[in-house]
């Protein structure tokens, strides 16, 4: 009698166990591709942006302001929407830039201390309409647009004709302003205007009065 040989035993099929055990590993290696090919990208494309040192008189910045890290700000094109401000100039500290006529903010090129600053103002504007070029005998008038809020102007209708200007706000109070205005020349104060110049560092941005406008009654 013939024997037949035993029928053939289909291959038993991997259990779910030991492909739950092998799933995760599989998963582990595909994340960590795609995260090593993701940081390469971002890596790349911040390779690629053009940083604020890169950015010289005439150039427009973008990215500059509070809340934001000096590496994300840019060197842009003026076309660009995300663009606040325009280039002025470029010192090596940020007290030059109070001298610089229209400069509404300044902001250093990177973090380390031996950074150069940039002397801002909103694109657009005047430089020689800058809050920071008013002397006595001048007038402004409130400018939405400007990053300081005003301007300096024609003595038409609705300006204020500033009297005197103090360069130092030390000891100043809402008290006694008017009354330095006064020993400073005003002949009539009725108000004051405290200027600041923007000092943005990374994230953070410094609101100092740099300048006191004495102003007599509106024309």
């Not at 609705?158 to 009354?179: E, F, H």
């Amino acid at each position: 009698m013939t024997t037949e040989p035993p029928a053939q035993q289909p291959e038993t099929p991997a259990s779910l166990s030991t492909l739950t055990r092998s799933t995760p590993l599989l998963v582990t290696v595909v994340v960590l591709v795609v995260s090593v090919v993701g940081a390469v990208a971002f890596l790349a494309l911040q390779s690629h942006r053009p940083a604020l040192g890169s950015a010289s008189v005439g150039d427009c910045v973008a990215g500059v302001s509070e809340g934001k890290a000096l590496t994300e700000a840019r060197r842009a094109e003026c076309s660009d929407s995300s663009v606040i401000y325009k280039v002025l100039d470029k010192v090596s500290s940020e007290t030059d830039c109070l001298k610089v006529a229209g400069t509404e903010a300044a902001v250093p090129t990177t973090k380390r201390s031996s950074a150069d600053y940039l002397c801002l103002i909103t694109k657009g504007a005047d430089p020689s309409q800058g809050a920071n070029t008013i002397k006595a005998g001048d007038c402004l008038k409130e400018d939405s647009s400007a990053t300081t809020g005003v301007r300096k102007s024609d003595c038409s209708s609705g300006s204020y004709p500033v009297q005197a200007v103090l360069t130092s706000s030390k000891g100043l109070t809402s008290r006694n302003t008017l009354d330095k205005c006064a020993a400073a020349g005003a002949s009539s104060p009725e108000r004051f205007y405290e200027w600041p110049m923007l000092r943005y560092g990374d994230s953070t941005v410094s609101i100092t009065t740099d300048m006191v406008l004495c102003l007599g009654a509106v024309n």
